[in-house]
C-alpha cells in the first residue's frame, strides 16, 4: 500500500522555526489616503524555494522560502499608491526519510498555511505604521500560489 506524500511528510517533519527573511515597503511620495472606498488591494503569494540541508549535528532541516506581498491601486485601479512585501522562511526538522515528492507536497500545501499568521501579522502592523487602510488578508489557499499581481476585478 502506497503512502500518501503530503500525510508520510506530516508525520515526518516539525516545525523549526518561522522568519521573516526581508521585508520592503513604500508609499507614493505625499500620499495620503483620504477616501478608503476609492482604494482597491491586491495580495500575491509564492512558494518560491524549499531546499532540504545537512545541519552540522547530522540532522536534516528542511527551509522553504515564500515571497508575500500586497499593493494598494488608485481609483483607476492602475496606479500603484503603496506597496508591502516580505520573504518569510519555515524551517522544518526531519524524524526520518522523505522522498521528493511529499517535501513538494508539504512546501507547497502546509508550509504556507504556517507562515500565514506572520504575514497576516506584518501586514496588519506595517499598514499601520504606513497610514494605510486597515487591511485584513484572508487565510491561506492551500497550493495556489499567485506569483503575478491578479487582474483588476
Request: aromatic share 16%; no cysteine.
Given at each position: 500500500m502506497t503512502q500518501n506524500p503530503l500525510?508520510?511528510?506530516?508525520?515526518?517533519?516539525?516545525?523549526?522555526?518561522?522568519?521573516c527573511l526581508e521585508g520592503r515597503f513604500q508609499s507614493a511620495p505625499?500620499?495620503?489616503?483620504e477616501d478608503f472606498a476609492d482604494i482597491k488591494a491586491q495580495t500575491r503569494n509564492e512558494v518560491k524555494q524549499a531546499v532540504v540541508m545537512q545541519l552540522e549535528?547530522?540532522?536534516?532541516?528542511?527551509?522553504?522560502?515564500?515571497?508575500?506581498?500586497?499593493?494598494?491601486l488608485a481609483k483607476d485601479e492602475i496606479t500603484e499608491k503603496a506597496l508591502v512585501e516580505?520573504?518569510?522562511?519555515?524551517?522544518?526538522?526531519?524524524s526520518g526519510e522523505l522522498e521528493k515528492a511529499s517535501v513538494d507536497a508539504f512546501a507547497l500545501n502546509v508550509v504556507p498555511h504556517h507562515i500565514w499568521p506572520y504575514w497576516r501579522e506584518y501586514i496588519a502592523s506595517q499598514s499601520t505604521r504606513m497610514s494605510l487602510p486597515k487591511?485584513?488578508?484572508?487565510?491561506a489557499v492551500p497550493g495556489?500560489?499567485?506569483t503575478a499581481w491578479p487582474p483588476v476585478k
Open positions: 500525510r508520510m511528510a506530516m508525520v515526518t517533519l516539525s516545525v523549526f522555526d518561522i522568519y505625499n500620499f495620503k489616503f549535528n547530522g540532522q536534516k532541516m528542511l527551509r522553504v522560502q515564500m515571497d508575500v506581498a500586497v499593493r494598494w516580505a520573504v518569510f522562511a519555515a524551517e522544518y526538522l526531519f487591511l485584513t488578508i484572508p487565510l495556489i500560489s499567485e
